[in-house]
């Protein structure tokens, strides 16, 4: 890969924002445009393989990372939810619970400055409580 975990965390954090808007058969067509529209020379082939895997696995996955999700932000209901926050606590999630290469504590501290990056002021803490509720959960 070229870029960075980051980055391409970063990627797939804008990917799973859109799992909203798009009916469910449409989403993987949505990646493809969404990666062929970055720069050429910023994405190898290994990375948009990488990102369009870890998509279709996010994206099968959302029922089960929203039921993490909602089971830890109390008094919140998922529809209630900022798009943003709940795109990167969903990216998150996954990682936490599906991605082996990546300890809880980098997918949580990725998420908070994920949501400092997009979110409104507050993000980054609501972010934090819930993802840090999950990770107790996991031990």
């Known amino acids: 890969m070229s870029l960075s975990r980051k980055k391409l965390r970063d990627i797939c954090m804008k990917?799973?924002?859109?799992?909203?808007?798009?009916?469910?058969d449409e989403l993987d067509t949505?990646?493809?445009?969404?990666l062929d529209q970055m720069e050429e020379d910023e994405l190898s082939e290994e990375d948009k393989a990488f990102v369009k895997d870890r998509m279709k696995l996010i994206?099968?996955?959302v029922p089960e990372l929203d039921e993490k999700i909602s089971a830890q932000?109390?008094?919140?209901?998922?529809?209630?939810m900022s798009g943003t926050d709940l795109a990167v606590m969903r990216l998150a999630v996954y990682e936490m619970l599906f991605d082996e290469e990546t300890p809880s504590?980098?997918?949580?501290?990725?998420?908070?400055?994920?949501?400092?990056?997009?979110?409104?002021?507050d993000s980054y803490k609501f972010v934090n409580?819930?993802?840090?509720?999950v990770a107790k959960t996991l031990t």
């Open 15 to 24: 990917l799973t924002f859109q799992y909203e808007f798009f009916k469910k």
């Open 30 to 34: 949505q990646v493809d445009v969404f």
């Open 59 to 61: 994206f099968s996955k």
């Open 73 to 80: 932000a109390k008094g919140w209901k998922i529809s209630r």
């Open 105 to 121: 504590g980098v997918a949580i501290n990725e998420a908070v400055e994920l949501s400092k990056l997009y979110g409104s002021d």
């Open 129 to 133: 409580g819930v993802l840090g509720g």
